[in-house]
């Protein structure tokens, strides 16, 4: 469904910011509690905890992260999705979302209330309060959306992306690649995962896999240390295999690069009972699959069936 409507009337700009803010009330329902702790004031309270505080913020942009081919529920969906996907990357769980909104006057108010009643069952599936926000006319053409969410720690330790050392073993959840066919905004973050992780002492570093195994891998690699990937131990989708017949490229490089897998990118530190620590998750997570793609070796010294990570590019923005 495209966000924009040819008929003003069915726009925001017959509506107006102060009617509209009143139907986002109404669409969020029980998403958004009641003044102090919600819309209404120049800023929203939220009660004092003694955990670690966290913080991310992801928009979402019409024609950059959705298009006219996501349901306006899905991309509600998507925008919280996106931004708990970071909380779970730190073994948080999140409280409390605020959300700016830059419309063109064409924007339709049946596509924006599709997004808020998407936005309202996210969250309140993920027990998370929409307390405020601002909206603002945008240029013709254009819908975005920014969300940040403030999260919280589910113990004493946040689990962050340093901490790497040589010999520790790489691995990710899920599958990964060809996420334009739909898993960009079907995904389910990994929160319940990510909690766990942040448990055990084995668990060294941690981020999400938003741009692309091969660029964000990066960020948890040492500067003296090089990833050694095997690619057979990829876990490649059925997504990609199928992206990968039209685009001539290989099932590796989409799995590798397409991004917005949303799946969660662990280091286990070396000299764990690898076998003991993947039962462990077995039964913990029965239906969510983990695999070991590698580990972190000396720089330059890369076994000779390790991938060359040079010939790969995830996703970078403002390229």
């Known amino acids: ?68 081919t996501v349901p306006p529920r899905a991309v509600g969906a998507k925008l919280l999705k996106r931004n708990l996907s970071d909380i779970a990357a730190m073994g948080g769980k ?44 945008g240029p013709l053409g254009f819908v975005g959306a920014f969300l940040t969410l403030h999260g919280e720690s589910t113990g004493t330790r946040v689990v962050t992306r340093s901490g790497a050392r040589n010999g520790d073993s790489i691995y990710v959840t899920g599958s990964l690649g ?26 060294t570093a941690m981020m999400d896999v938003s741009d692309g195994v091969a660029k964000d891998i990066d960020a948890l690699t040492p500067a003296t240390l090089s990833p050694a990937l095997t690619a057979h131990s990829i876990p490649i989708s059925a997504a990609a ?21 949303y799946e969660l990118l662990i280091i286990v530190r070396g000299g764990t009972d690898r076998n003991r620590f993947e039962r462990n ?3 913990r997570f029965p239906k969510v699959k983990l695999s070991r793609i590698g580990h972190f070796t000396a720089k330059n010294r890369l076994p000779d069936d390790a991938v060359r990570l040079a010939d790969y590019r995830g996703y970078e923005h403002l390229r």
């Open 94 to 137: 999140p409280v409390a979302a605020v959300i700016s909104l830059a419309l063109a006057p064409e924007t339709s108010l049946a596509w924006l209330r599709g997004f808020y009643l998407g936005l309202a069952k996210c969250a309140q599936d993920h027990r998370v309060k929409i307390v405020g926000g601002d909206i603002t006319e």
């Open 1 to 68: 469904m495209t966000p924009f409507t040819s008929i003003r009337a069915d726009s925001v700009i017959a509506q107006g910011e102060l009617k509209l803010i009143a139907g986002i009330r109404r669409w969020l329902g029980a998403a958004s509690p009641k003044s102090p702790f919600g819309i209404g004031d120049d800023c929203a309270v939220i009660p004092p905890t003694k955990n670690h505080q966290l913080v991310t913020t992801d928009p979402v942009i019409f024609g950059r992260h959705f298009d006219a």
């Open 241 to 261: 295999r199928r992206v990968a017949q039209q685009s001539k490229q290989s099932p590796l490089h989409h799995a590798l690069c397409d991004g917005e897998d």
């Open 281 to 283: 998750w077995e039964k």
């Open 178 to 203: 060809g996420s334009l066919l739909g898993h960009h905004y079907r995904f389910r973050p990994r929160l319940a995962e990510g909690a766990w992780l942040a448990r055990r002492q084995e668990i």
